[in-house]
């Protein structure tokens, strides 16, 4: 059963939650979380929720990518809502279309190359040998041991997001940097961005995360 979370112009989620799940009677609930952005911290309160009604969590679904990667950095079972998603990598760029951010499904391998002038989310890793390059974010559901490059034509505000960020080389706009060689904190994102003309390496602040 799917449960959606309220409107948030009308009611806060966490004041209708609690009602929502005693309303219903399936053992394992789904949850659409609409627009609502919500961080790590607030779906460990989410889930608590559902837990204390006797419940358990099933699949997540948001039209919000920023919770998308909450969910994920926390080892949830989330997907973007109305996901068109590209199901093979390719060597091209990828023209604009009337959506802001492309979908790709899948594993960039050794030789492949996914580059848009939109931001870009992949569901899946960058393996060592595999690039990814977009014109405004790339935000990588899983593991970034490729190459990626964010702003590549020259947006100095663009970012790399990954669940983790273990790249062989990161570029944004037209500055370049390697990858942190220390093994990430389990569970959480890191995002690279530039600080002062230099790239930084810091925990993710997803709800900052602008879709270009």
């Known amino acids: 059963m799917t449960l959606k979370l309220p409107d948030q112009r009308l009611d806060h989620w966490r004041d209708r939650l609690p009602d929502l799940l005693n309303s ?3 053992t ?6 609409e627009d609502w952005i919500l961080s ?3 779906l460990t309160d989410l889930c ?7 419940h358990q969590l099933g699949r997540i679904t ?3 990518l920023e919770t998308v990667v909450s969910a994920s950095a926390l080892g949830l079972d989330a997907s973007p809502e109305h996901a068109s998603f590209k199901n093979k990598a390719q060597t ?4 604009a279309g009337p959506t802001e951010l492309l979908f790709h499904q899948g594993t960039l391998r050794s030789g492949d190359h996914l580059q848009s002038d939109r ?3 992949l569901c899946g890793d960058v393996n060592p040998g595999a690039r990814i390059s977009s014109a405004a974010d790339v935000l990588i559901w899983g593991r970034l041991r490729g190459v990626a490059h964010a702003g590549c034509e020259g947006s100095t505000t663009a970012k790399i997001v990954a669940l983790q960020l273990r790249p062989l080389q990161l570029r944004i706009a037209d500055v370049v940097a390697r990858g942190p060689e220390d093994l990430p904190q389990a569970g959480l994102a890191e995002q690279a961005e530039l600080k002062d003309g230099v790239i930084a390496i810091e925990p993710a602040v997803i709800q900052s995360f602008q879709k270009r």
Do not use: F, K, Q, Y
């Not at 394992?28 to 979380?33: G, M």
């Not at 091209?92 to 023209?95: G, K, L, T």
């Open 24 to 26: 219903c009677s399936e």
């Open 28 to 33: 394992i609930v789904d949850l659409d979380c």
């Open 40 to 42: 790590c911290t607030d």
């Open 48 to 54: 608590a929720l559902v837990a204390d009604a006797g």
């Open 62 to 64: 948001s039209r919000a």
């Open 92 to 95: 091209n760029s990828i023209p």
């Open 119 to 121: 931001s870009i989310l």
